[in-house]
């Protein structure tokens, strides 16, 4: 199972792969794009956050041996399954909320789905035609690399759009450690290190990159055991008091005219019962006019 003849990834010694991808190239599509979607649920509310290896693991199996296009075509479906399942809240937001057209709605959503597949479709392709067809620096450091550098920079190009960064489906596992020290992009790179182990694990027979991807998995894991729950930082000062004033007005009633006096009035009264509270934070939807209101 070799990449295509004109792609840079061929390797005359390329290892034997214990586990081969499906011979049928609509199924390895359909793999894809089913990872792409399952990756949302390691989120919030569902946090099942082992998908967050498993999912990325499975597009790295699937681009083993798949040339350029291939490669590229995969990587759309599942950036692309990925948004749309994790972004879903733009339709309703844009056409139940915002009151615009089906067409319009569903227009704009497709659209930032296509543009999110693009970064997936140019790291499938780049990874197919220039990184080692195999072995554990392929896996464990020029892949993951490779996926974290598109991930960093859908995070911040043309003003960014960082959602469902893999990092943010950890803050309840032992992982969640390594954020004061490294940030969300870091522990994004463990969860990337990881399931390259994993495939590194599945897909090679090779007695040292096996135990490579082994220890791997062992040392990030617990580095990351060893970290959780520890504490980088120490009280100073007397303690600030906080209070935070939701009005929670169902959607369908925040904007309408007819509400905006009662609106005004519910604020005031949640308001004056935390007076004298050293912050006091509002919703970002707040109506403007309450702080006008309260003086």
Same mark, same amino acid.
């Given at each position: ?10 390797? /005359? ?13 609509? %199924? @390895? ?7 792409? !979607? ?19 693991? +499975? ?73 080692? $067809?195999?072995?554990?620096? @392929? ?6 690399? $490779? ?31 390594? !954020? ?11 969860? %990337? +290190?990881?399931?390259?182990?994993? /495939? ?12 490579? !991807? ?10 990351? $055991?060893?970290?959780?729950? @520890? ?16 009005? $929670? ?29 050293? %912050? ?16």
């Amino acid at each position: 199972m070799g990449a295509s003849a004109g792609s840079a990834a061929v390797d /005359t010694a390329r290892e034997p792969y214990a586990l081969a991808r499906p011979a049928s190239a609509v %199924l @390895r599509t359909l793999l894809a794009f089913l990872a792409g !979607a399952l990756l949302t649920t390691s989120f919030a509310p569902l946090n099942l956050w082992p998908l967050a290896m498993l999912s990325p693991a +499975v597009l790295m199996w699937l681009w083993q041996g798949a040339g350029p296009r291939e490669a590229a075509r995969l990587g759309f479906w599942f950036g692309a399954a990925t948004f749309a399942a994790g972004t879903y809240w733009l339709y309703v937001s844009i056409h139940g909320f915002g009151g615009a057209p089906v067409w319009l709605a569903l227009s704009l959503m497709l659209g930032l789905v296509g543009v999110m597949g693009l970064y997936h479709a140019a790291l499938g392709y780049a990874i197919a035609r220039w990184l080692p $067809a195999s072995g554990w620096v @392929r896996w464990l450091i020029a892949l993951p690399a $490779a996926w974290l550098l598109i991930e960093w920079w859908r995070g911040w190009f043309l003003s960014g759009f960082s959602w469902l960064s893999l990092g943010y489906s950890q803050t309840d596992t032992w992982l969640a450690g390594f !954020a004061p020290l490294t940030g969300v992009y870091g522990i994004s790179a463990v969860l %990337l +290190v990881s399931a390259g182990a994993l /495939t590194a694990l599945a897909c090679t027979t090779a007695l040292r990159t096996r135990l490579i !991807a082994a220890a791997t998995l062992i040392v990030l894991w617990g580095l990351g $055991a060893a970290l959780h729950g @520890r504490s980088w930082t120490h009280a100073s000062g007397s303690p600030l008091t906080v209070a935070v004033v939701q009005g $929670a007005i169902p959607q369908d009633e925040k904007w309408l005219e007819s509400n905006h006096d009662t609106t005004l009035k519910l604020y005031q009264t949640l308001t004056e019962k935390v007076l004298g509270t050293s %912050l006091i934070v509002w919703p970002e939807s707040a109506p403007a006019g309450v702080a006008n209101y309260l003086v």
